[in-house]
């Protein structure tokens, strides 16, 4: 592979160890919920509305179904379809211009059990682009390795063919991670790590053969926690750590959920891990090790609310919860007190971008808001409809661009600064150089 540059030259998570091989320019979002899987992006100055002339499209194509969100580096903007029940396809378009670079399909697809059929059969897992390589978990839970630039194949790892399991009932839903030269992904109703360059399975893990009740639908994260780095999954009814090396499980700690639904990726909050789940409440648990080396799991404070289909984001020791009921929430992490509840729905499924000061909310209906980070009550600044489509894909964010994958399109919005802001602009540069002359 090409040498990879690294994002603020090496990016450190709590001690130090290097999780994610984050790429070099803010102007990219490489895989699932951005840069480090959390929904975060580095503070910028985003403009206070999303609507009017500060907000625009800049262009859009009409494209085949996908649930899957959007990656992005510095010219490309890579996408996925499901053109039908048996091919798959990856795409890039010119980031600037929205020409089409390149296609590559394969031979995917599959229909999901009749009674989940509503919510589509199409193509979940988001790719993960690392370095010039781009990385897609299709329907059937084969991963695919392609060259970014052409979209050739490099390899591919038919999971279940390998495992010996059933393709799995709702279809490949895990955005597979990478640490170091390896690939980690839930697949097989369990987790597999594969060696990124050739494609080689180096190990699986809690493999399973009921593809009904143990087929995932979280992704993998990478979290230190009390100074040892390990794998945290959310099985269908459980909550693991997973060493590296090995595969072995360090820990698990049952997590209840009608049918089994926990599908939110786990949140990391210190040492400790937030997850909220469909039919049950939210929960903060604390996984610790004693001096012999045991693990063991406490509960440290749960919550009437339930999740469903949305992860959080965490900003200064509050977390931003959208839950079943349609409503967002916001916690105090440490005591789990509820601080506000949203007084509208903000739809089935929301997904959420946060720079610290304010937050980007994608409802699947289209709507997309911005709203202030606010522990105290829920301000939304301001709202705009960006499709009427369904949009199930998480938004992607990526300095002053909004990339959007609805049902059946790709489309990239622009955040423009208004003529009062850019005049506002002017005056503080020219006020800033007549300062700086007079200083010197």
Not at 64 to 84: A, F, G, I, R
Not at 103 to 113: A, D, F, N, Q
Request: aromatic letters at 10%.
């Amino acid at each position: 592979m090409k040498k990879i540059c690294f994002f603020h030259v090496l990016l450190f998570l709590f001690s130090g160890f290097v999780v994610y091989k984050a790429q070099s320019s803010v102007s990219q979002w490489n895989q699932w919920r951005g840069p480090n899987r959390d929904g975060h992006v580095d503070a910028q100055d985003w403009p206070e509305r999303v609507s009017g002339d500060s907000f625009s499209l800049q262009w859009s194509h009409p494209l085949k179904e996908s649930y899957s969100s959007p990656v992005l580096d510095d010219t490309l903007v890579y996408t996925t379809e499901s053109v039908d029940d048996q091919t798959e396809r990856a795409l890039a378009y010119n980031r600037l211009s929205g020409e089409l670079v390149w296609s590559t399909s394969w031979t995917g697809g599959m229909k999901v059990p009749f009674f989940a059929r509503a919510n589509g059969s199409w193509i979940r897992s988001t790719p993960l682009l690392y370095g010039d390589r781009l990385y897609v978990m299709g329907m059937q839970e084969t991963l695919i390795s392609l060259d970014a630039e052409s979209g050739n194949i490099l390899w591919k790892l038919p999971a279940p063919q390998i495992l010996k399991t059933p393709d799995p009932k709702f279809g490949g839903v895990s955005s597979p991670l990478i640490a170091g030269e390896a690939l980690y992904v839930q697949a097989g109703g369990g987790v597999i790590k594969v060696d990124i360059d050739t494609g080689k399975l180096i190990w699986s893990s809690g493999v399973s053969s009921d593809s009904m009740n143990s087929s995932p639908f979280s992704s993998p994260m990478l979290f230190d926690l009390y100074g040892q780095t390990q794998l945290v999954i959310l099985e269908r009814t459980r909550l693991c750590g997973v060493e590296l090396e090995s595969g072995k499980h360090l820990w698990t700690k049952e997590v209840p959920a009608s049918r089994g639904m926990n599908i939110l990726t786990p949140t990391q909050v210190g040492n400790r891990l937030l997850t909220a789940t469909y039919g049950g409440k939210t929960h903060l648990f604390e996984p610790s090790i004693s001096d012999s080396g045991a693990w063991n799991v406490k509960e440290q404070w749960q919550y009437k609310f339930q999740g469903y289909m949305s992860s959080p984001v965490v900003v200064e020791g509050y977390a931003y919860l959208h839950g079943r009921s349609g409503r967002m929430i916001c916690m105090d992490l440490e005591s789990g007190a509820l601080k506000w509840t949203s007084s509208k729905s903000f739809g089935k499924y929301c997904s959420q971008v946060a720079n610290g000061s304010k937050m980007l909310c994608l409802s699947n209906d289209g709507m997309l808001r911005l709203i202030e980070i606010n522990p105290f009550k829920c301000v939304v600044l301001d709202q705009h409809r960006v499709s009427n489509e369904e949009t199930w894909a998480h938004v992607a964010v990526s300095g002053r661009d909004v990339i959007i994958r609805s049902l059946n399109a790709l489309s990239l919005h622009k955040w423009e600064d208004s003529e009062t802001q850019r005049a506002d602009r002017s005056r503080s540069t020219q006020n800033g150089s007549t300062a700086e002359s007079l200083d010197s």
